[in-house]
């Protein structure tokens, strides 16, 4: 089991910057990825960002250029720095991770985090 705690969300401006944390607890050991979906109201949930624990990184297009994911030293937990933010980039924030035993693969998921971007 994994547990996933966000942090970091609220109001900006357009054209402002925040930064999303998650801390990752429990079975950390077996995590490969970690990264960051998004929901906004009537829209289905969609992907982020991801960072897989080699480091290698995924970014939706809209989002890539002006967000960037990171993992912290400790590797269970990772930030979302969010910078030129637009109206469309308001949704709740979840932290995603996803650990592999054998075969077996197992999505964890944070409570969200709301992100409002308005003026």
């Known amino acids: 089991q994994v547990q996933l705690v966000e942090s970091g969300g609220g109001l900006v401006q357009p054209g402002g910057s925040l930064r999303l944390s998650c801390a990752a607890s429990?079975?950390?050991?077996?995590?490969?990825?970690m990264g960051w979906y998004r929901q906004a109201p009537g829209k289905q949930r969609e992907l982020v960002a991801l960072?897989?624990?080699?480091?290698?990184?995924n970014y939706a297009d809209s989002v890539n250029g002006r967000f960037t994911i990171s993992r912290g030293n400790a590797k269970n937990t990772v930030y979302l720095e969010m910078k030129s933010l637009r109206p469309e980039d308001t949704a709740v924030y979840y932290c995603?991770?996803?650990?592999?035993?054998?075969?077996?693969?197992?999505?964890?998921w944070g409570q969200g985090t709301q992100v409002t971007v308005s003026s």
């Open positions: 960072i897989t624990s080699g480091g290698g990184t």
């Open positions: 995603y991770a996803r650990t592999v035993v054998g075969i077996s693969a197992t999505a964890y």
């Open positions: 429990g079975s950390i050991f077996s995590i490969n990825a």
